[in-house]
């Protein structure tokens, strides 16, 4: 595929995806999906807008009720045990132990076995972006799990794709998802 711009070209790996390709593609993982919540499994209360003044301002949590069906298959359950994995603080060291490392692990080996991630992987290697099930399994870990600095302006490796999309960061007291 080649992106082009105001003086800017640059190829990237992998056969070109057209519109069309995108959508049928989007389609398709949402039929097979087989863990997404189904009518009446969630209830969401979304309380009052934060406003201008970056706080919460509903009484009520979010979720006021989650199925307990849809938390017992495999993918949730391995990836409930990855939010406590995190220290929610920004400028503050990031370390992942064994366990944590072994967690993460567990929950891309987990995802890998459903139907939307055996399309995914398939798509993938018919457009020449991954070559295998591990190569597709190392590119997640990377994007999801490896750590980095938040700020440019200092160097401590303080969050990860993963943590910042699912679980969020908090500086001075405000959570940044």
């Given amino acids: 595929m080649v992106f082009t711009g105001a003086s800017i070209e640059r190829s990237v ?3 070109s995806v057209s519109k069309v390709e995108l959508t049928e593609f989007a389609t398709t993982l949402w039929d097979r999906d087989d863990n997404r919540n189904a009518t009446g499994d969630l209830l969401l209360d979304v309380g009052n807008y934060a406003g201008t003044t970056n706080t919460d301002q509903s009484p009520n949590n979010l979720f006021t009720k989650v199925s307990n069906s849809l938390l017992n298959g495999a993918t949730y359950q391995s990836f409930l045990k990855l939010m406590d994995n995190y220290n929610p603080y920004t400028k503050q060291l990031e370390t992942t132990s064994a366990e944590e ?5 567990d929950f891309i080996d987990a995802i ?10 398939n798509f993938l290697i018919n457009k020449d972006y991954v070559s295998s099930s591990t190569d597709l399994k190392a ?11 938040r700020k440019t302006s200092y160097s401590t490796i303080d969050s990860s794709g993963f943590e910042h999309t699912f679980v969020g960061n908090n500086t001075y007291f405000i959570i940044i998802f």
């Fill in 112 to 121: 890998m076995e459903t139907r939307v991630m055996t399309y995914t992987l």
């Fill in 101 to 105: 490392d072994a967690e993460e692990n």
């Fill in 13 to 15: 790996r992998g056969l």
């Fill in 139 to 149: 590119k997640l870990k990377n994007m999801w799990f490896k750590l980095y600095s």
